[in-house]
């Protein structure tokens, strides 16, 4: 009984210093967003799961259960090119209606502030433009799903346009100006990511004063790399996100909460 009493007792007073320091950390986080003028965002999936967005690379996610495409596949093997269109036509549906939520507002709201100098992504379901960020301060780092584009002349398309009246039984689309292979703009497995989208990366890793992670478990290389380089280069470095990451030990904020929660704390 009076063991049960102690041990109750401790865990509550566990609680209470917990909650203080969180609360700590929140203000001292909030103080830092008021003093930084060049701030860069840094997302990955777990920004977009609330939209209802399926975390693609996790367990349970769809590369779980379907063989990805290979680049070189779709390029050489017309089934396969088959199969990468269903796929994209299945995912259009939950895209097309996936609205931006707390998460993503709360970069538009710096972007507001006047504080947003960029946000590298890692996700490609355009939630962060629906969001009304200035479309050039993103990096879409693995593509975005918003776009279709001609492998060989570089011509783009809004996938709305090509989705709405797209049947697959009359073929995969081709390119209107030089017939080329059409493909959503996505980064696929075995294809390069884009130079110039890693430069923009580096450049703003390399000139904010604070980079804020959100939603990645800063695991896919190269994409993770950009906030040790922030941090190297003297940047503060924030990480909220729910699971442990490799860079928690460097960095000057880390908050392993959902993205919605965290941001219910920091509200005035
Ligand atoms: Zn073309």
Redesign the pocket.
Known sequence: MVLNSLTIFASRNFLLMEHVDINNSIVSFKSTIDKSKKIVGFTGAGISTESGIPDYRSKGGIWDKFQPVYFEEFISDEKKRLLYWQRKQELWKDLSTASPNTGHMFFKRLYDEGKLAGLITQNIDGLHEKSGLAKDLIVNLHGTNLEVA?I????TVPSEDVFESLDLEQGVPS?Q????LMKPATISFGQQLRSADLDRANELANSCDLMIVIGSTLVVQPASSFPSIAKENGALLAIITLSETPLDSCADFVFHLKVEDFLRLLKP
Do not use: E, R, V
């Open positions: 001609c060989d002349c570089g011509f390119c100006k030089c017939k080329g």
